[in-house]
């Protein structure tokens, strides 16, 4: 598996993109659930018009005419049904980020399903498990950065940590004008801003500000909270290309979940992530007044994003803001509460995979050489236990994530890790337990749909 694969690798020409015949016989997926839904919904995907301050208004495609999309909330171990009605004038499909269903409802175009034409329906059924925060998103093109996604939150029957009440909290780049990728190599140096520019470098689509739950700063949404509480914040980084870092003034963070899954309490006041992870964390309400959360672009120069944590008992007034980092939560401080199964000792297989930024004319950016979807599956076999190791040879972060299985890294459990730029190195390790056709892919979408993608595929 050299980096330096050049030239054009050849298409699998009559099969579905990216899931070519690596050789072997492909083992069939578990087969979707059956059992009556719990829990029933409607999503209908249509374009419309936001406000996400007084005086912006922009189109945008929603699910239900709502952006942020509709909250899906369900208990632990239910069957979650919903169907999509894609009222768009493009084909469309639904992902449920992190939840590892089976294969057929993974919501991944000409992968897992053929995509859902304009004005037809496709029902997704799974059943909710395990327990965590997650969001829902269009897995078709640029469609993520239009305005595609919603909050889908899996309650636990015990959590590991008490709370008296929760707020979901969703950071976003915010777009107004339809997306598209740069149209050649990124070299025309207009605003480059991943570090470097040039060959190497990235170029960041035009933002125009940061959002929470749907918000520009000049309009913040209002947590209303009572002195003496434990307040449960779920964060989801639900921004295309954006790395944030997060803070609430006045307070310190207990981070009690990473990518929904529980870890040991751990103090911070502040951390860092890229699109697609989730953190959850708890503050403890003793600090009375008015007081800002804020998401600030790692990669970019637009204000922060804020939402405002009001004490019932507060006089109004603008709130204050946090003070400058000084105890940022690091992946080496993440221990997951119970291991991931399949996955002590050496590794049954291992791929080292290389990231760059790809050499030809146009923008594209590669695993080992590769573009999806020209590109070589992963062959895997059922119950092995599967190291990826990977190597960042770009200047800019890929926040990589894997479709249908959580995975270790370090002593957390995740699926969705930042490698970081400049040689960063960064292992993890899975079981493979869930037979199918699975992404593996980088959550900034603009180099997901530049080619940073490979299928894991499962052969006998
Ligand atoms: Cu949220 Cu393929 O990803
Ligand atoms: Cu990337």
């Known amino acids: 598996m050299g980096a330096t694969t ?54 945008n495609w929603m699910y239900e005419g709502q952006f942020p999309g509709p909250e899906l909330r369900v208990q632990e171990g239910d069957v979650l049904s919903v169907e999509l009605t894609n009222d768009l004038q493009a084909k469309t499909t639904i992902h449920w980020h992190g939840i590892p269903v089976a294969n057929p409802m993974d919501g991944v175009p000409n992968v897992t399903q053929d995509p859902i034409d304009s004005g037809e329906t496709f029902t997704y059924t799974f059943r909710a498990e395990p327990a965590g925060t997650y969001f829902y998103h269009s897995h078709v093109g640029l469609q993520l950065d239009r305005g595609l996604f919603g909050p889908l939150i899996v309650e636990e029957r015990s959590p590991h940590v008490e709370y008296d009440r929760e707020y979901v909290v969703i950071v976003d780049d915010y777009l107004p004008e339809e997306p598209e990728l740069p149209s050649d190599g990124g070299m025309g140096g207009d605003g480059g801003m991943g570090g470097g520019g040039g060959m190497m470098g990235d170029v960041r689509p035009p933002y125009e500000g940061l959002l929470i739950n749907g918000r520009l700063p000049a309009d913040p949404p209002t947590f209303e909270v009572a002195e003496g509480e434990r307040i449960r914040f779920r964060f989801v980084n639900a921004g295309s290309a954006t790395v944030f870092g997060v803070r609430i003034a006045g307070h310190e963070m207990t981070v009690t979940h990473a990518d929904g899954r529980p870890v040991e309490p751990i103090d911070v006041d502040s951390f860092v992530f890229g699109a697609g992870e989730r953190y959850d964390a708890v503050i403890e309400a003793t600090n009375p007044g008015t007081w800002a959360v804020q998401a600030n672009a790692l990669d970019g120069n637009e204000p922060p994003a804020r939402a405002v944590v009001e004490y019932e008992s507060a006089s109004g007034g603008s709130p204050q803001s946090p003070s400058s980092a000084s105890n940022r939560l690091q992946y080496g401080d993440l221990q997951a509460i119970s291991s991931l199964d399949g996955v002590s000792g050496e590794p049954d297989r291992t791929f080292d995979l290389t990231l760059s930024r790809g050499r030809g004319q146009s923008y594209t950016w590669t695993i080992d050489g590769q573009a999806y979807p020209d590109a070589d599956p992963l062959q895997i076999r059922p119950d092995e236990h599967v190291r990826i190791r990977m190597t960042n040879r770009s200047p800019v972060v890929h926040p990589m994530h894997l479709h249908g299985h ?13 490698v970081p730029g400049h040689r960063g190195q960064v292992t993890i390790d899975f079981h493979a337990d869930n037979p199918g056709r699975w992404l593996f892919h980088c959550h900034n979408l603009y180099h997901l749909d530049a080619g940073m993608a490979r299928v894991v595929r499962y052969v006998e």
């Open 6 to 59: 050049l030239g054009v690798i050849a298409g699998c020409s009559g099969q579905l993109p990216g899931s070519g015949d690596g050789g072997g016989r492909e083992v069939t997926p578990r087969s979707t659930v059956t059992a009556e839904p719990d829990t029933s919904v409607n999503l209908t995907a249509a374009s419309g018009t936001i406000r996400p301050a007084p005086e912006t208004s922009t189109t």
């Open 406 to 418: 959580f995975f270790q890294v370090g002593d957390a459990i995740k699926d969705t890790v930042i």
